[in-house]
């Protein structure tokens, strides 16, 4: 897996060089995040390749896995809201007329696409 992302980015390590006659290297790394906070331990020598001081790099990775944690539990929140609206305005249609219940769908639908 990681291959095929690499393999993805690497056409664009020439248009990186074009833009500075300085740049005569360029390394395409992965930098997996598990959805579930996991950390991938080859992600610790990248951080060391950027320059992070050996003092920071545990302190990173639980930041970098407490964010991709924080971003699934949004994930998960938003669509718990979505399905219940959804079935509160379905329920509601249950005792409406049929323009009451398509109007209570569609804004529901359009709530949920902003």
């Given at each position: 897996m990681?291959?095929?992302?690499r393999a993805k980015y690497l056409p664009f390590t020439?248009?990186?060089?074009?833009?500075?006659?300085?740049i005569r290297t360029i390394r395409v790394w992965g930098f997996p995040k598990g959805a579930r906070g996991k950390w991938h331990k080859p992600n610790t020598n990248f951080l060391r390749t950027?320059?992070?001081?050996?003092?920071?790099?545990?302190?990173?990775?639980?930041?970098f896995s407490m964010r991709a944690l924080f971003g699934t539990l949004q994930t998960c929140k938003s669509f718990n809201r979505s399905v219940?609206?959804?079935?509160?305005?379905?329920?509601s249609c249950d005792s409406s007329s049929a323009?009451?219940?398509?109007?209570?769908?569609a804004q529901t639908r359009l709530r949920d696409h902003r």
């Open positions: 990681e291959f095929c992302k020439s248009a990186a060089k074009d833009l500075d006659p300085f950027l320059g992070v001081p050996e003092s920071r790099l545990e302190n990173m990775a639980k930041q219940s609206a959804k079935t509160a305005a379905e329920d323009e009451d219940c398509e109007g209570a769908v």
